[in-house]
């Protein structure tokens, strides 16, 4: 991610940082600390995780889990991020559409 993009998405990165925060100090509500807890699972689960890292150097195909080294049509490359914060950012979305908008009714 260039700067230009992470300034823009400085909101959902600074929100997924502090929920970061209050998740460790004890300060997250219950529900919230559920959906951070699925959405946890579904990366954990995910082959493009590695480490605390969604890897960019792979794709997917979201539909049927396929994997490639290469874009091709359909998949969905990994975003970079660090998935201990991005999983806690209430604006944030797995860019392979596994998760993300559990928060926009709130």
């Known amino acids: 991610m260039d700067l230009k ?16 925060l209050y998740t460790l100090a004890g300060m997250t509500s219950k529900s919230d600390a559920a959906v951070f807890s699925i959405r946890e699972k579904i990366c954990n689960d995910c082959p493009l995780k590695i480490n605390n890292t969604c890897n960019t150097n792979l794709w997917i195909h979201p539909t049927t889990m396929e994997t490639s080294n290469s874009g091709k049509e ?16 209430k604006y944030s979305k797995c860019p392979a559409g596994f998760w993300g908008d559990e ?4």
């Open 74 to 89: 359909g998949f969905v490359r990994g975003c970079g991020c660090r998935l201990s914060a991005k999983q806690k950012s």
């Open 5 to 20: 993009e992470m300034y823009r998405k400085r909101k959902e990165i600074i929100n997924g940082h502090m929920n970061e």
């Open 103 to 106: 928060f926009s009714s709130k």
